[in-house]
Nanobody, 128 residues
Framework: QVPLVESGGGLVQPGGSLRLSCAAS????????MGWFRQAPGKEREFVAA????????WYGDSVKGRCTISRDTTKNTVLLQMDSMKPEDTAVYYC?????????????????????WGQGTQVTVSS
């Protein structure tokens, strides 16, 4: 297993912004795709955003579209998630994930089951 380490979580006020970061430690892997998911208490894991290769191939969940930007540094195997105009319903544990597989059907990157590697998660709380 390649440890993925998330950082940047915390408490933010409604309407505020937060940037999450995820880095792969140890050996360097050429991940094909990296993504972010979130899970609130009592709810299923939800797709937030994913990126394959460069910034031209990005996808967002409906609940965050227009408020989030995912970006990636392929040389460092890191992925960032910029979240703006945050809402209380964004409160959740956010997980970083990575896969070594290239999928022609890009909707596949929205599925948690295709990711080989996961981080431990970072708590994001949106509250005044």
């Amino acid at each position: 297993q390649v440890p993925l380490v998330e950082s940047g979580g915390g408490l933010v006020q409604p309407g505020g912004s937060l940037r999450l970061s995820c880095a792969a430690s140890g050996r360097t892997f050429n991940f094909v795709g990296m993504g972010w998911f979130r899970q609130a208490p009592g709810k299923e894991r939800e797709f937030v955003a994913a990126i394959r290769g460069t910034a031209s191939s990005t996808w967002y969940g409906d609940s965050v579209k227009g408020r989030c930007t995912i970006s990636r540094d392929t040389t460092k195997n890191t992925v960032l998630l910029q979240m703006d105009s945050m809402k209380p319903e964004d409160t959740a544990v956010y997980y970083c994930a990575a896969t070594n597989t290239y999928y022609t059907n890009t909707d596949t990157y929205r599925l948690p089951r295709i990711y080989n590697y996961w981080g431990q998660g970072t708590q994001v709380t949106v509250s005044s």
